[in-house]
Nanobody, 121 residues
Framework: QVQLVESGGGLVQAGGSLRLSCAAS????????MAWFRQAPGKERQFVAR????????SYAESVQGRFTISRGNAQNTVYLQMNSLKPEDTAVYYC??????????????WGQGTQVTVSS
């Protein structure tokens, strides 16, 4: 069982930046592929970014490509999402996920509780 705890959300003006963190309770953190998803009110959960266990592979949703960066510190059991040039449409609850499959679908094994990101115009 892996517990994931997100932090770093908040309220920011359009054009601003936030960095989300996700701490994992696992002694074998580097075996897990990690991802960030988000869900806006009234919308389905959508893929944002993913990173492989070694950190070598990353990919992003087209809507955040060039603005968001996913990274991980395996020694710290933490994955990060640096979000720059934020837009009001980035407003959502952001979820961290861990799994054995490197996927853009929601078929990850473990999920955090989510952290709210609100971007004002």
């Amino acid at each position: 069982q892996v517990q994931l705890v997100e932090s770093g959300g908040g309220l920011v003006q359009a054009g601003g930046s936030l960095r989300l963190s996700c701490a994992a309770s696992s002694r074998t953190f580097n075996v897990y592929n990690m991802a960030w998803f988000r869900q806006a009110p009234g919308k389905e959960r959508q893929f944002v970014a993913r990173i492989s266990g070694t950190g070598i592979l990353t990919s992003y949703a087209e809507s955040v490509q060039g603005r968001f960066t996913i990274s991980r510190g395996n020694a710290q059991n933490t994955v990060y999402l640096q979000m720059n040039s934020l837009k009001p449409e980035d407003t959502a609850v952001y979820y961290c996920a861990a799994g054995f499959i490197y996927s853009t679908a929601s078929n990850y094994d473990y999920w955090g509780q989510g952290t709210q990101v609100t971007v004002s115009s």
